[in-house]
């Protein structure tokens, strides 16, 4: 008893409340939606910055221009200091830097933290901070601060926050779904990366004309609020459920007396899985080769398309900021349609190195 009570304990509180699920497909659907929206919030908040570079450094050099003089695509916008000036650029790549050496420290510490605390809470806190840090950088425009160390400062925060979300996310949907139809299952609901940065570019896109902080504070919000929602309904795993699976189907609820025997107050734990140990799992060295190398080009995009497009003239005329975030999600609906094609053709072949080399070489 004591342990179904502090399986009950771990249940989100929102099922708790309403209960009166038993279906595991409906648990199933649950759980995809939630991770998905919740991922997508993370990919929106992290797309902004590179919406609004342009906004902060308007200043380019006409490469083609006979005069090699400095120019401004937009004489009202003047940029924001420090960021507006001739090393702008630079200090921007910098932030970048900064933000993903942390994010990729802090994905090995998620992971970690991951395994031993209850992953509906560790996501929920993962994005209650990325919202607010990210709001923060944003407030620098109404509270007017040109100080580069308070952008290159919260930029780094919510980079640790940042990393709680993908290891939580694909722990929470490997605990619900097994090995069938895993590949196109996983193809769509990746596809929240891209949907999120589409999603990022519009809107902060959008908000640009309103002044480029509310690029930053109205993603913050839509996260928080995405947040309590996960924090209140998102299911863990079929065990805190109290769910048998079995090739996929629902048993039963689940047999306490098929548990080991347990002191009062005890709970079974799984062990976590150590850094080398992970690296010994047959697949894992060779698919995080393939998953860097993909990020390698995938970031760059994310980070400096906007930028880029923004800043290089077509047919003699700049576009403005707006238009050119808008145009650089083009390359997010193909990421889109390449992981719904990929996850298919791996579970038709089954055949997944296959056709992750064949995707990488493309």
Not at 196 to 221: D, E, H, R, T
Request: charged residues 10%; neutral net charge; contains cysteine.
């Amino acid at each position: 008893m004591a342990h179904s009570h502090g399986m009950a304990s771990r249940k989100p509180p929102g099922i708790r409340l309403f209960g009166g699920i038993t279906a595991l497909r409906t648990y199933q659907t649950l759980v995809l939606v939630l991770t998905f929206i919740a991922y997508t919030c993370f990919h929106m908040t992290r797309k902004i910055p590179s919406i609004v570079k342009s906004s902060l450094d308007p200043q380019t050099k006409l490469g083609s221009s006979p005069w090699g003089r400095l120019h401004t695509k937009n004489t009202l916008n003047i940029g924001w200091l420090p960021f507006n000036t001739v090393d702008g650029s630079a200090l921007l790549g910098e932030i970048d830097v900064a933000f993903l050496a942390v994010y990729s420290c802090g994905m090995f510490f998620a992971g970690h933290l991951g395994d031993r605390m209850d992953l509906r809470i560790f996501l929920s806190i993962g994005m209650f901070g990325t919202a607010i840090f990210t709001a923060l950088f944003g407030a620098g425009y109404w509270l007017n601060i040109h100080n580069f160390y308070y952008f290159l400062v919260i930029q780094m925060i919510a980079g640790l926050f940042q990393a709680t979300g993908w290891p939580s996310v694909v722990a929470v949907v490997g605990n619900w779904f097994g090995k069938s139809k895993r590949g196109l299952i996983m193809g769509i609901w990746n596809a929240h990366t891209s949907v999120g940065n589409i999603s990022g570019s519009l809107l902060a896109a959008f908000l640009l004309k309103f002044g480029w902080g509310w690029s930053f504070a109205i993603p913050s919000l839509i996260m928080v609020v995405v947040g309590l929602i996960v924090f209140v309904f998102l299911p863990v795993s079929p065990e805190v459920m109290e769910i048998d699976i079995d090739d996929g189907e629902i048993n039963a609820v689940k047999d306490t007396t098929k548990e080991p025997l347990l002191e009062p107050g005890q709970e079974v734990r799984h062990s976590a899985v150590g850094f080398l140990e992970a690296w010994k799992i047959p697949g894992v060295a060779p698919f995080a080769l393939c998953l860097f190398f993909s990020k390698l080009v995938a970031y760059t995009f994310l980070y400096w398309l906007p930028f880029y497009i923004s800043h290089t003239p077509i047919g003699g005329e700049y576009l403005s900021d707006a238009l050119a975030g808008s145009l650089s999600t083009i390359f997010d609906v193909g990421g889109v349609l390449g992981g719904v094609l990929a996850g298919h053709i791996s579970d038709r072949l089954n055949a997944r190195a296959v056709t992750a080399a064949s995707f990488i070489v493309s």
